[in-house]
């Protein structure tokens, strides 16, 4: 399972303005901004966009200044592959260590779409214990209780985090990891395509 949400994208003005430094080219500018306050590429400053993201990273130097802030929930074990891209993003996510204990832990609270029904009983079993244990902990601040429910806590569980990151990263993401066997990544690498412009500027660079 992932949710995506409250999608921003930003500097799509800016980048687009730098990328005519090289050449001081700005009187070609043709990009404005439409009646609902989106910024609109113009014919000329969409097709320099997408020559200088074929001629490869040295050029495309312009999408890293195209900034995108996103809420993102999924399980730990996707966002364990996430991790993996540190360069150039910033992630705020809500807190096992501090918050964990502060509410009933539900079927719900976990990604369980394609567990088989054994595997389903057996993860409300122990979703059950895991609410004892925090029961206990609300109830004592035993710390036992506590460290069993950090290092229990399956990697199904789903977690929000508040991401900053930049058209560049999502280039890489999307063609590292568009044919992965996670659906969660399928999920995110077709929510990247909905993003303006990323299928005219991504899908034919490689």
């Not at 001629?55 to 999924?74: E, M, N, P, W, Y």
């Not at 009933?104 to 394609?114: C, G, K, N, V, Y």
């Not at 059950?128 to 029961?135: V, Y």
Request: net charge neutral; glycine share 2%.
């Amino acid at each position: 399972m992932i949710k995506i949400e409250h999608a921003r994208v930003m500097n799509l003005e800016g980048a687009i303005r730098g990328a005519r430094n090289p050449m001081n080219s700005w009187n070609r500018m043709d990009s404005y901004y439409d009646e609902e306050g989106r910024y609109i590429l113009g014919p000329n400053d969409l097709d320099l966009a997408k020559r200088l993201c074929r001629a490869g990273s040295d050029h495309r130097k312009f999408i890293r200044q195209i900034l995108v802030s996103v809420d993102i929930t999924a399980p730990l074990y996707w966002w364990k592959e996430f991790d993996t891209y540190k360069v150039g993003t910033v992630a705020n996510s809500t807190s096992t260590m501090h918050k964990l204990h502060a509410k009933p832990i539900e079927l719900s609270d976990f990604s369980h779409d394609h567990l088989t029904d054994e595997a389903k009983e057996a993860l409300v079993s122990y979703i059950e214990f895991l609410e004892q244990r925090r029961k206990h902990f609300a109830e004592t601040k035993d710390k036992e209780a506590w460290y069993d429910l950090i290092q229990l806590l399956p990697s199904s569980y789903d977690q929000k985090r508040t991401v900053s990151m930049n058209y560049e990263n999502l280039l890489n993401m999307y063609y590292a990891r568009r044919s992965h066997k996670l659906d969660e990544w399928h999920c995110y690498c077709d929510w990247i395509l909905t993003l303006p412009y990323t299928k005219a500027l991504f899908l034919e660079i490689k």
